[in-house]
């Protein structure tokens, strides 16, 4: 009846002392046949809690894939900024959450945006967190690897501050590919500020150089293109 539509609609718009409503609670705890509900009831889909954060960015921080995924179907903004200027994407990153990840790059998110504050873009928090399959997706996502922080530090060399030499690893094979997607002719010497290569040259189609993976630990690599080896 047109009563109980009104009443399902006014108890779904409800807040608590935080600015949370129902829609909230249910994506911050991964309820997604509830964030169905809910939206189907008419609940506001990106209204943030007073802290900013909208129901996608507790999904994504906290609540997983599917929750994500139903507030997407829902029309939920999935670049609105939260208190800290933090989007949805940024949150699923620092969770390490490569599946969230892969469903905001299908609903069109900015993989390359960075933070308000810091200007630190997802693939940088992902890499300081060591997580590994986050890091992958991003790449998969078209994530540019030689973007730099506010701290001039790219993502590879965050992974390096924090200790992760699989993620640094990784990345430093994302660049190498980046550098021959670019065809560049030749690949500068040197130690990059995010301690980075130790030294890098060649020209294209043979690139070598040795990736510095923290702990004292490096690694050489040689790059024929069309063939690569350690």
Do not use: F, K
């Amino acid at each position: 009846s047109t009563a109980s539509a009104a009443s399902a609609a006014s108890a779904a718009s409800a807040v608590d002392g935080a600015g949370n409503a129902p829609l909230h609670l249910a994506a911050g705890q991964g309820h997604a046949e509830v964030v169905t509900a809910l939206a189907e009831w008419g609940a506001a889909v990106s209204a943030p809690n007073a802290r900013g954060s909208t129901p996608l960015h507790l999904a994504c921080g906290q609540g997983g894939a599917e929750a994500v995924r139903a507030l997407v179907a829902a029309g939920a903004d999935v670049e609105a900024s939260d208190g800290q200027g933090g989007t949805p994407l940024h949150l699923a990153s620092w969770r390490g959450d490569g599946q969230t990840v892969e469903v905001l790059r299908a609903a069109g998110v900015d993989v390359d945006r960075t933070t308000a504050a810091g200007g630190v873009a997802a693939l940088h928090i992902a890499a300081a967190g060591g997580h590994a399959a986050a890091v992958r997706a991003l790449l998969t996502a078209g994530a540019a690897v030689r973007v730099v922080d506010g701290r001039g530090r790219t993502a590879r060399g965050a992974a390096q501050v924090a200790g992760h030499a699989e993620v640094v690893l990784l990345l430093a094979r994302a660049e190498r590919d980046e550098l021959l997607r670019g065809r560049r002719g030749v690949v500068c010497a040197g130690v990059d500020g995010g301690g980075g290569w130790l030294v890098a040259g060649g020209a294209l189609p043979a690139l070598w150089g040795v990736a510095r993976l923290g702990g004292g630990y490096s690694a050489r690599w040689r790059y024929v293109l069309g063939a690569a080896g350690a």
